[in-house]
């Protein structure tokens, strides 16, 4: 069974800071790796993806990733209320995705 | 591009009732996925095509779903007969090979 863990929260920290999304994944086999974020009665979007170890930043948003310790992190700098969401973790091997349960994120202005 | 289109957005039945979900992916993807959303489990995958061919059924959790996907935008999800149980979020997600999928708005279908 391919297993993809988060904690599901609630995370909480005020406006500004740094929000630190944790993910790990047990299937070594897995080949990319996406974080959506979900607003409380929308779908899932797309907010980042990672394919290779390492860091990768768009704006205000960092995804680690570290295939040998099966974990796959985001960062929100600055932080907004604006970022509270709930966030998934998804991994990806020939198609078969598996989503996390979810971080549930609130940003306290 | 309009994104993929989900209907009906909203379903209320009675249990024992058949209910069809609909879904049309964006034009040129590949891959179809159908969803299920509860709080307490999740995001769950049930079912996901590749050029309208079913490729992995295992998270359709009984013989009372079925899926199909007549043509390349066009897909249902038909529960037959609904039970209280079956009230989630659904949603339907289509990507190109490998990338990241994309989901529709979802339909809320409550089963009383």
């Known amino acids: 069974q391919k297993e993809v863990e988060q904690n599901s929260g609630p995370l909480s920290v005020p406006e500004g800071a740094i929000a630190s999304l944790n993910c790990t994944y047990s299937?070594?086999?897995?080949?990319?790796f996406f974080w959506y974020r979900q607003y409380s009665g929308k779908s899932p979007e797309l907010i980042m993806f990672?394919?290779?170890?390492g860091d990768k930043e768009d704006g205000r948003f960092t995804a680690q990733l570290n295939k040998a310790s099966q974990y796959v992190s985001l960062l929100i700098r600055d932080s907004q209320p604006s970022d509270s969401a709930t966030y998934l973790c998804?991994?990806?091997?020939?198609?078969?995705?598996?989503f996390g349960a979810g971080t549930r994120l609130t940003v306290k202005p | 591009d309009a994104g993929v289109i989900q209907s009906p957005r909203h379903e209320v039945t009675e249990m024992g009732q058949e209910v069809t979900l609909r879904c049309k992916p964006i034009?040129?993807?590949?891959?179809l996925f159908w969803y299920r959303q509860t709080m307490m489990r999740g995001l769950e995958l049930l079912i996901y095509?590749?050029?309208?061919?079913?490729?992995?059924d295992s998270g359709m959790p009984e013989d009372r779903f079925s899926a199909k996907m007549p043509n390349a935008s066009f897909s249902t999800l038909k529960i037959q007969p609904s039970e209280p149980r079956d009230s989630a979020v659904y949603f339907c997600?289509?990507?190109?090979?490998?990338?990241?999928?994309?989901f529709g708005p979802g339909t809320r279908l409550t089963v009383t």
């Open positions: 997600a289509s990507s190109l090979p490998g990338w990241e999928q994309y």
């Open positions: 299937d070594r086999g897995s080949q990319s």
């Open positions: 990672i394919y290779s170890n």
């Open positions: 998804a991994v990806n091997d020939n198609n078969d995705m598996r």
């Open positions: 034009s040129g993807h590949d891959y």
């Open positions: 095509f590749n050029n309208n061919v079913p490729i992995d």
